[in-house]
């Protein structure tokens, strides 16, 4: 059975800079894309910045410039690097990740809340 199991989160003054990390484990053959989404209260989940296995990048315009999207591949981690964070950010971040284990499946983290205070 495949985990996705992220850490990071928190709170933090505008300004501010957090690193939300995201490690899958379990009978992994390969992974995929790798990403982060979020979700804040009464919205709908959007993509923040996802990386492909041969480290191409997507990243939601708002955070363009202030999020760096990463991965290690012999640890099967995704890392998000957030540097001047705004309120704005405030939500819970959720890792994702297509696995293939016996096939493709998409796979998700329970959430990790980051809150940036103003």
């Known amino acids: 059975q495949v985990q996705l199991v992220e850490s990071g989160g928190g709170l933090v003054q505008a300004g501010g800079s957090l690193r939300l990390s995201c490690a899958a484990s379990?009978?992994?053959?390969?992974?995929?894309?790798m990403g982060w989404y979020r979700q804040a209260p009464g919205k709908q989940r959007e993509l923040v910045a996802a990386?492909?296995?041969?480290?191409?990048?997507d990243y939601a315009d708002s955070v363009k410039g202030r999020f760096t999207i990463s991965r290690d591949n012999p640890k099967n981690t995704v890392y998000l690097q957030m540097n001047s964070l705004k309120p704005e950010d405030t939500a819970v971040y959720y890792c994702?990740?297509?696995?293939?284990?016996?096939?493709?499946?998409?796979?998700w983290g329970q959430g990790t809340q980051v809150t940036v205070s103003s």
């Open positions: 990386i492909t296995s041969g480290g191409s990048t």
């Open positions: 379990g009978r992994i053959s390969s992974i995929r894309r």
């Open positions: 994702n990740a297509n696995i293939m284990t016996s096939e493709l499946r998409s796979y």
